[in-house]
């Protein structure tokens, strides 16, 4: 199989990359020429497509996966009107593309953590509401409704991966998302963490492992259903939990500053990713303790 990473320098991309290569799949790596040269030598082993270099090629390209995003979750309350010029209609050019080019499945990376809103009752399924706080949110459901459009019209294979929080190394590297990396930074350096909120925010962590294997298992899957599939642990923990799991894990203790709540910060995430499970057999490998194990004994080294 010839896969394209839409996205593919950045925290995700890389598992996801490496997940394909080593069954043997060819990667295509698009992103921007600035990202590519930050990600390393790694990246070098893959072809590599630079977006700023003009149209994109999608021969032979059995499955575009799609990651990139413009903003993050907070950065997009900025400006609404830019995170969906951004966003929106650019994202859904490239599908359109690629679909034109004879791809024949496109799995977008939208976002479990922000599509729900509000939920009312944990864990959540793919039929909850779907209410967003934050503009992310909106432009993320935007193209998931699009992309259902753009599957009917055009015969092509499209599946939407609503994800939790994705956690891992990589993420060490100056990801802008990452509540983990950051925490574990700060106290490594003896540094206090500021929380958003009194930390009682629940969120679902997900390993980006477990991740890479959920997409891997979607584009391999010679038989599934176009539409919406939860991927998370199915489990949530608070900031508060999360930082004394933190503590406990590396030995250290740390100040933290509790700051005035967001009000784009959904109170609480926890995916039911049962159809996912039923679809493909994906379930998360990687519990909590284990993956901030590692990833406390990589920032030691």
Known sequence: MRVMIHGGAGFIGTSVAERLRSLGDEVVIADR?????????EIRRYTCVDLGAGRIDYSGIDALIYLSSATLPATSMGS?????????????RIM???????????????????????????PIRE????HPLSAYGVSKLALERY???????????????????????NQFRGAGVGAIAQFMHLISQGQAIHVWGDGSVVRDYLHVDDV?????????APVLDAGQYNV????????NELIDRIMRISGARCEIIYEDARSFDVPAVALDSGKLHDAVGWHPRIDLDRGLGQMWALLGK
């Open 212 to 220: 890479a294997d959920a997409f891997i298992a979607v584009c391999h």
């Open 147 to 169: 992309l259902e459009i753009l599957g009917r019209q055009s015969g092509v294979r499209t599946v939407s991966l609503r994800i939790a929080n994705p956690y891992g190394p």
């Open 33 to 41: 020429a600035s990202r590519l040269a930050r990600s390393g030598e």
């Open 232 to 239: 998370g642990s199915g489990g949530g923990v608070s900031l």
């Open 96 to 122: 359109e593309d690629a679909a034109e080019a004879g791809v024949p499945q496109v799995v977008f990376a939208s976002s479990g953590g922000t599509v729900y809103g509000k939920a009312t009752v944990l």
């Open 127 to 130: 039929t909850h509401p779907t």
């Open 80 to 92: 609404l009107s830019y995170d969906a010029e951004a966003n929106i209609a650019p994202s859904l």
